[in-house]
Nanobody
Framework: QVQLVESGGGSVESGGSLKLTCAAS??????MAWFRQAPGKEREGVAC????????FYAESVKGRFTITTDNAPNTVHLQMDNLKDDDTAVYYC?????????????????????WGQGTQVTVSS
């Protein structure tokens, strides 16, 4: 069973940057995605990447500010968040699925993914 562990959350002032990391263990994954959930709001897709060809997808709200990448560490993705805004405050979750999944659909349908990390808090204050 694949397990996901997020790290890198914290508090930052508006306009600042944070970098989140998600490491998957226990199996091979095809793609990995980031979601976030603010208090009182539904979980929303943020970014997604296919690990083989590194194709990326982003929510409109974070395009140009967030960057999802993968590096040589197997089954590891990062979410570089720049120019953070108060509205970015949320618990950020990493997610994947045991098999292949379409990133564009997953970002709009969080429930389509079966494997989730525990989440990491990101707080942006002005």
């Amino acid at each position: 069973q694949v397990q996901l562990v997020e790290s890198g959350g914290g508090s930052v002032e508006s306009g600042g940057s944070l970098k989140l990391t998600c490491a998957a263990s226990g199996g091979r994954v095809i793609g990995m995605a980031w979601f976030r959930q603010a208090p009182g709001k539904e979980r929303e897709g943020v970014a997604c990447i296919y690990l083989s060809d590194r194709e990326t997808f982003y929510a409109e709200s974070v395009k140009g500010r967030f960057t999802i990448t993968t590096d040589n560490a197997p089954n590891t993705v990062h979410l570089q968040m720049d120019n953070l805004k108060d509205d970015d405050t949320a618990v950020y979750y990493c997610a994947t699925d045991p098999g292949p999944f379409p990133c564009q659909i997953a970002l709009n349908s969080p429930r389509s993914l079966d494997l989730w990390g525990q989440g990491t808090q990101v707080t942006v204050s002005s």
